[in-house]
């Protein structure tokens, strides 16, 4: 099976623009979540979806938004990008088989540098 | 709120040392704790997985063990290699959905 995969790999931004990342999830999997990755706050949960809605919503200001398709595949938008938003994005899926007891798998990020 | 203490932050050892990474939380009522690693720059590889009703996991020279009622868990690792240089992190899913709190990590450097 095909692992989590994410586009870009790499993005390079000015402040204020907006930018638009992608993940696919292991075929199957239905919940994707994402997370922020910086050196100061490490790894910090965004949200994940499942089923198409937004399940679980970390304490990132309203910037920060995300969507999920029919076919599981989801896209996170930052709007009016500030230089505190460069970082590492990860997405990770799980097959949600019962309820919090699944493995999450983690793709290989976007990395965000904003100028 | 759920907080993840790793120690110690950096750790450098001699190829072939049998090593103990710790991690606590705060919040004893979880559903599962996973440990990763994650190589510079790259994502995170999943290691072991262990649901709060269990009390260890092992994968080839890795075991994970978990002590729920004193907000513990520990990751050894037999007959380090310099190949298992990496930064090793521990999350707590509190959630029935999937919502991981990280430790800090542990920054892990094996000599050869």
């Known amino acids: 099976k095909a692992g989590v995969t994410q586009t870009p790999r790499y993005l390079i931004k000015t402040r204020g623009q907006q930018v638009t990342l992608s993940c696919s999830p292991i075929s199957g999997h239905r919940s994707v979540s994402w997370y922020q990755q910086t050196p100061g706050q490490g790894l910090q949960f965004l949200f994940e979806y499942f089923s198409e809605t937004q399940r679980n919503k970390g304490n990132f200001p309203g910037r920060f938004s995300g969507r999920q398709f029919s076919n599981s595949r989801s896209e996170m938008n930052v709007s009016t990008l500030e230089l505190g938003d460069s970082a590492l994005y990860l997405c990770?899926?799980?097959?949600?088989?019962?309820?919090?007891?699944?493995?999450?798998?983690f793709g290989p990020g976007t990395r965000l540098t904003v100028l | 709120k759920q907080e993840v203490t790793q120690i110690p932050a950096a750790l450098s050892v001699p190829e072939g040392e049998n090593l103990v990474l710790n991690c606590s939380f705060t919040d004893s009522a979880i559903y599962n704790l996973q440990w990763f690693r994650q190589d510079p720059g790259k994502g995170l590889t999943s290691l072991l997985l262990i649901q709060s009703s269990q009390r260890e996991q092992t994968s080839g020279r890795l075991n994970a063990s978990l002590d729920k009622s004193s907000g513990r868990s520990t990751l050894y690792i037999a007959a380090s290699q310099p190949g298992d240089s990496a930064t090793y992190l521990c999350?707590?899913?509190?959630?029935?959905?999937?919502?991981?709190?990280f430790g800090g990590g542990t920054r892990l450097m094996v000599k050869p």
């Open positions: 999350a707590v899913n509190n959630n029935a959905g999937n919502m991981l709190t």
């Open positions: 990770a899926s799980s097959a949600e088989r019962l309820a919090g007891v699944d493995e999450q798998f």
